[in-house]
Every structure is written in structure tokens, then in C-alpha cells.
């Protein structure tokens, strides 16, 4: 098995690839981690047999997502909330209605956000040597000394990419063997060194501390004792998500196939024949609340008069209606004078309060809108839950004309085109504690907001970051890993198992 046909998904205008192999009678998406290349993995022969092991129960969907491997290039690294709709594209063109949702490294944080927003797709979660958040606070149960160690890495690895320096990290195993020739190529044929950059640094300020919380599917989080990702993080994460299970697999290096290509697939089998299901009556899912509220319509009412000012409303929720469609949101309610709406991703959210205000300015409307994003109960199609009381209060906290949102949300979209201002700190009347709040201003100027594919904004390439053409020794590795895996597998097994 060598993964078969590639084929494309599409999301945005953006081509993914990926490969659909093994007769299982469940899906299994794999989500990549930092860089991919499909070719790649079939000339690696324990990570072949890895997903040998997988497909043995699955159907396996393996994708390289945008930027790396033999997926469309982008401009600079895409935003986390673009990744999960990366992860959504490429399980739509598989047709894969449900899926066990494997998200390796980076890969976790794509994973995570679906199993949170979207848990109708997950039938299961595994985490694999990934973290919850990529910076240190003060409730994490990691040192912080790892989190130094961890940037470090990637601080170097974005200075010198296409040198070894990450691929080293990975696979300490690997690089005390004379595979090591070979790992600066693999590091240059799955990325650019702009590209590698943008996603490393954008890496930065990651939170998925609330969105861990708020997931309520099966989860199996499995980690290594690695020098990389310390297996602190990975003990981190599952005390986080409720009922997860913690296994520990083997060996220092940060590619799990190395020591663990037998035991990963087993340890997953296992998991899913004896996991037990979410409870079919609960319906908590972390989603995005905009209340919105017409400023001031009893005086307009007065001033126009029953008929007129009906028109008025009926084109103003003609046009809610549309930008619901357009920026993919759910209308809930009608709350008097405003509406309550909901949205999977955070960034189409603030994307279509902004929008709506504008149109309510042509209008000669003055629209407030509030934001807010965490877990709430979904029941008969109503919403309910502390999340839509705050979205509520900040809505009443905003003033006339603007759009106002809470940190919560501005940390979800880290990354991406738009700009916030912030308003200072403020009570929430029935909330406890005191919270930040930021008026969200769209995009920045010249900007492409959704439903353009989105991009991580902070770490463009720069005019002189044009992708470097390969080298002769990364073309040969490539070229031999897409005509000859098999051969090529046979002669990496060998070179492993060679001492320097």
C-alpha cells in the first residue's frame, strides 16, 4: 500500500492534497503537523507502517495542508480558524459525513477546534504530542523552562530552515543515524524557508485552553517522554478535555512513528471499540454568539411612522439574512429591536457584525453588536448557557455604531486581517470578574476577509522571501519517493539501522 491516487479538495480557492486508502468501516482524518509532503510518508518505512496500522481499521484520509507537501502555496501561514475549515474541505471531498479526527503536533489545534465547534464531524479526537496553548501561563501543568526549550527550536529552525535544525528536533533518533544526510532535503521539499517562517513564528500566541474545555467527544491523547514536546504538555491537554484518556508511547523523538509505529494504531483500535459514546442528549458545543440591537428604534418608529418604519425593518433583516448565508451563521432569535445569531468559526462572526453595521448605516440605522465565544447548550434550535449572557451584556455594553467584542474571541483569530481597539476593562452586570473588552474596527485596509482563504497577517513574507528552487539532493529524494517507495523504504530501513 503506498496510499494510492492524489486528489484535491478545494477550500476558498485553494487546492489541498490528499490521499484516501484502507477499506475500514470508519473514516480516520490525520492532521498533519508543522509540514507534510504525501510522497514523503510512503518513502519512510515505519511511517508506513504506521498508517498500514491505521488503515487495517480505517479508512485513512491523510492530507498536506496548505503551504506544504503537494498542496496549493499560500502567502503566509494560515490562521487556526482557516486550518479547521482546511481539516472540514478536505473531509467534504472525501465524502466523510463523521470522522475519528487525528490531530498530530501542530495538528492539534485544527483538531481540537473541530471537535469543540463542530462535534456533529467527530466521532472520536486523538491528540497526538501536541499542547494546548503555545505560550506559558500560570495554570499550565508544564515548567516553563519547556516552553523556552520548545521556542527555541522553532526560533532557530525559522532562522535556518533548510538546515536540519527542526528535523533534528523531531527525531533525535534520526539524527544520531546517517538518515541524518537526509534531513535538511525532507525539511526543503515539505516547505519554503518564507513559508516556514510565517508558520512557525506564527505558532505564537495559540490559546486553546477554553476550547479544550469545552470538547465532549471521546479523546485519546497519547504522548511520548520526547525532548521536544515535553510530556508534560500532552498530561496538560487531557486534564483539560473531560474524560480524556492519557497513554504514554515511547521513545524521545517528536515523530511518534519512529517507535511507536505498531503500538499508535493499536493503542487507537483499542480505544474505539471500548470508548463510550458521548451522551446522545448532550449538545454542548463551543460557538460564536452576536446579539445585535437597533439604537434607539422607538423614536425612529415615532418618527416615521408604523408603515414606514416596517419597511425599514424588513429590508434590514433582508439583509441580516443574506450576510448570515454569505459569512455562514445560524440565525437563533429576534430579541425585540435586535437578532441573535451563532457561527462555527469566530472570524465570520465578527466579519459579519461588521458588515451588518455597515448595512444598517445605509439604512440610516445605528447598529450595536456583541461578540462572545464559548461553550453553550444547543436545544431545539434555541441556544443557552453563561456564553450567550455574556455575548448579551457586551452587546449592551457597546456603544451606538460599533462592534464590540470580548478577548476571548480577539485570541481565536490571532492572526488574521482584523483589527481591534481596546476599550479597557469592564464589569459585566451578573458575570463574575472583570473582562477586556475591544471594539473590532473589519478588516485592516487592502486586507482579503472571509470568505477569502485567510492567511496569518503577522508573518508575511517579505519582497525578498521568493521560494528557493530545490536543490539536486532534494529533487533525487522526492523523485525517488514518488517512482520507487518501496525501494526507498528498503534503503532508509537499512541506513537506520546504521550507527555514525
Known amino acids: ?239 483539560r478535555i473531560p474524560g480524556a484518556k492519557l497513554v504514554a508511547l515511547q521513545g524521545p523523538d517528536h515523530l511518534p512513528w519512529i517507535h511507536n509505529s505498531e503500538l499508535f494504531p493499536a493503542l487507537i483500535e483499542q480505544f474505539l471499540t471500548g470508548a463510550e459514546p458521548a451522551p446522545p442528549d448532550e449538545r454542548r458545543v463551543m460557538t460564536t454568539i452576536v446579539f445585535t440591537d437597533i439604537v434607539e428604534s422607538t423614536r425612529q418608529l415615532s418618527a416615521l411612522g408604523d408603515a414606514a418604519w416596517q419597511g425599514v425593518v424588513t429590508e434590514h433583516d433582508r439583509r441580516m439574512n443574506a450576510l448570515l448565508i454569505r459569512y455562514d451563521g445560524e440565525h437563533v432569535k429576534h430579541t425585540g429591536d435586535g437578532r441573535m445569531a451563532r457561527f462555527n468559526r469566530p472570524g465570520r462572526a465578527l466579519r459579519f457584525a461588521v458588515a451588518m453595521r455597515d448595512e444598517a448605516r445605509e439604512l440610516g440605522l445605528q447598529l450595536r453588536a456583541g461578540v462572545h465565544t464559548g461553550e453553550c447548550d444547543l436545544v431545539d434550535g434555541d441556544v443557552f448557557g453563561m456564553t450567550v449572557n455574556i455575548a448579551a451584556r457586551v452587546a449592551a455594553t457597546a456603544r451606538p455604531d460599533t462592534v464590540l467584542t470580548s478577548s476571548t474571541v480577539r485570541d481565536l483569530v490571532i492572526g488574521s486581517a482584523l483589527s481591534f481597539g481596546s476599550t479597557g476593562m469592564h464589569d459585566l452586570k451578573g458575570v463574575p470578574g472583570r473582562w477586556e473588552l475591544l471594539e473590532c474596527h473589519g478588516d485592516a485596509h487592502g486586507a482579503a476577509g472571509a470568505p477569502a482563504y485567510e492567511t496569518d497577517v503577522r508573518h508575511e513574507p517579505g519582497d525578498g522571501d521568493a521560494a528557493r528552487p530545490l536543490r539536486p539532493m532534494d529533487r533525487a529524494v522526492l523523485l525517488s519517493a514518488r517512482r520507487a517507495p518501496r525501494t526507498t523504504r528498503r534503503v532508509l530501513g537499512r541506513l537506520r539501522g546504521q550507527r555514525s
Open 1 to 239: 500500500m503506498d496510499g494510492g491516487n492524489v486528489e484535491y479538495a478545494e477550500n476558498d480557492g485553494v487546492s489541498i492534497a490528499y490521499q484516501v486508502f484502507g477499506q475500514g468501516p470508519r473514516d480516520l482524518v490525520f492532521v498533519c503537523g508543522t509540514m507534510s509532503h504525501l510522497e514523503l510518508w510512503w518513502a519512510d518505512p515505519l511511517a508506513t507502517a504506521m498508517l498500514q496500522g491505521l488503515a487495517r481499521f480505517s479508512r485513512v484520509i491523510l492530507f498536506d495542508k496548505p503551504g506544504t507537501g503537494l498542496s496549493d502555496p499560500v502567502p503566509a501561514a494560515p490562521t487556526a480558524e482557516q486550518r479547521t475549515s482546511d481539516v472540514v474541505a478536505v473531509m467534504d471531498a472525501a465524502r466523510s459525513r463523521r470522522a475519528v479526527v487525528v490531530g498530530y503536533s501542530e495538528g492539534g489545534c485544527p483538531a481540537m477546534m473541530l471537535a469543540a465547534t463542530q462535534p456533529e464531524r467527530v466521532e472520536a479526537l486523538v491528540l497526538l504530542a501536541t499542547m494546548a496553548a503555545t505560550e506559558w501561563h500560570e495554570d499550565m501543568g508544564v515548567d516553563r523552562s519547556a516552553y523556552d526549550a520548545f521556542w527555541a527550536v522553532l526560533d532557530e529552525a525559522s532562522a535556518r530552515w533548510g538546515r536540519g535544525t527542526l528535523m533534528s528536533a523531531f527525531a533525535p533518533t534520526l539524527a544520531s543515524s546517517p538518515v541524518r544526510r537526509l534531513l535538511p532535503s525532507i525539511e526543503r521539499a515539505c516547505m519554503s524557508p518564507a513559508m516556514a517562517r510565517s508558520v512557525l513564528q506564527g505558532m505564537h500566541g495559540i490559546d486553546l485552553r477554553a476550547t479544550a474545555a469545552a470538547i465532549h467527544v471521546p479523546t485519546l491523547v497519547a504522548h511520548a517522554p520526547e525532548t521536544f514536546v515535553a510530556q508534560a504538555f500532552g498530561r496538560d491537554v487531557a486534564d
